[in-house]
T-cell receptor, first 113, second 111 residues
Framework: EAGVVQSPRYKIIEKKQPVAFWCNPI?????LYWYLQNLGQGPELLIR????????DSQLPKDRFSAERLKGVDSTLKIQPAELGDSAVYLC???????????FGPGTRLTVL | DQQVKQNSPSLSVQEGRISILNCDYT??????FLWYKKYPAEGPTFLIS?????DKNEDGRFTVFLNKSAKHLSLHIVPSQPGDSAVYFC??????????FGAGTRLTVKP
């Protein structure tokens, strides 16, 4: 069974440029999460989807970050414009339901110069 | 606000010995606790969990202990193996599915 797929794995951009990350969850998983992980820290939730509905986006900086999960399957996370402080690993995870443990993708390491 | 704390950034143990990783939490609304293991360049993978109605859960070499009164949990690995070398994250979830992670502890098991 394929795990959570994320692309790209690495991205280097200059500040003020836009960037987008893509996530394909495990088939059949209704709940999808985007996390931000800074160096030496644990994952911090950005947004959680139940199917196509964003049920928790309280930690998403909405002035520059946006996300969508069309048809309740794949999801994209966008940053526009990127800032130096956005350099981090962006993790996508999925689970059968909100109370099941999560399967994580390998993450996208973003470097903003 | 750090609701889940792993105060030891790193831990080194000898192969065959016990590894004990600790985690403290502050939010009494957490009712489910998980441990994840992370290798370099990979995402975290689920290891073991415990509900707040229990004080111990065991799975092979891994045991998680929960002390609700102290708001403390620990992960015991016995015996430790070199392949256990990784970063271990403690996570806690509340009834509304809000999950918080600790900063992680890097475990090194020396042959």
């Amino acid at each position: 069974e394929a795990g959570v797929v994320q692309s790209p794995r690495y991205k280097i951009i200059e500040k003020k440029q836009p960037v987008a990350f893509w996530c394909n969850p495990i088939s059949g998983h209704n709940t999808l999460y985007w996390y931000l992980q800074n160096l030496g820290q644990g994952p911090e939730l950005l947004i959680r989807y139940e199917n196509e509905e964003a049920v928790d986006d309280s930690q998403l900086p909405k002035d520059r970050f946006s996300a969508e999960r069309l048809k309740g399957v794949d999801s994209t996370l966008k940053i526009q414009p990127a800032e130096l402080g956005d350099s981090a690993v962006y993790l996508c995870a999925s689970s059968l339901g909100g109370k099941d443990y999560q399967f994580f993708g390998p993450g996208t390491r973003l470097t903003v110069l | 606000d750090q609701q889940v704390k792993q105060n030891s950034p790193s831990l080194s143990v000898q192969e065959g010995r016990i590894s004990i990783l600790n985690c403290d939490y502050t939010n009494s609304m957490f009712d489910y606790f998980l441990w994840y293991k992370k290798y370099p360049a990979e995402g975290p993978t689920f290891l073991i969990s415990i509900s707040s109605i229990k004080d111990k859960n065991e799975d092979g070499r891994f045991t998680v202990f929960l002390n609700k009164s102290a708001k403390h949990l620990s992960l015991h690995i016995v015996p430790s193996q070199p392949g256990d070398s990784a970063v271990y994250f403690c996570a806690a979830r509340s009834n509304n599915n809000d999950m918080r992670f600790g900063a992680g502890t890097r475990l090194t098991v020396k042959p």
